[in-house]
């Protein structure tokens, strides 16, 4: 009975610090983001990562198009931005529409933030830009310059979240889309613990 005791005292002893490790290791995944997307608008990446969009093209068209359009521009500092316009239509914003993840991996969306910047509204007091998603429908507008931050996040899991940017005048910089998924790194790491304490003070 002592030997036995003293070996499973041993074992805890050696259990203890490891679940400890294990619950720090949840505690810094916690803090981070399953999947990440960027995009400074520096190469042509949103014509082939976006979803659907309106029309990219290189000058402001003559005539004036009927629907939204899209050009990537120079802000102040000489740093690329996407502009968005509207065409002579009513409600014809140009729009950019993301589908995150860009690949299905298996895994639910539980929640998300989508954040960028307006960094130079083209003409003032004109510039506007709303985001929608499926689920949520329009979650927030926007116009003047500054950083803005959304809370995307879904009402139930989903396999790709799905975010609407429209607006008009307005050049917009640094996208950044954070998604969580619905697989709680916690209930993955307790089985491993579980298992691992299991191991440890089962019978010998
Ligand atoms: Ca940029």
Known sequence: MVCIGSRRGASLARVVPLVLFCLALCATAGHGFDYTYEDDFSTDQAMTDS????????SIPDPWP????????HDVPGDRALAFYNGTL?????RLVYAMPL?????LVSSGSLEFDIVWEISQDMGL????????????VGGNEGHYVFDVSPTQPVEQLLIIIKAHYVRIDNLLVNLEYSTPVESSTWSTIKGIFRSETGPA
């Open 129 to 140: 830009v709303r985001v929608w998603t499926a689920s949520l429908g329009l979650i927030g």
């Open 103 to 107: 690949e299905s991996v298996g895994q």
């Open 90 to 94: 009513h409600d014809s914003d140009a």
């Open 66 to 73: 009927l629907t939204g359009f899209l050009i990537y521009e």
């Open 51 to 58: 979803h659907d969009h309106s029309v990219f093209v290189t």
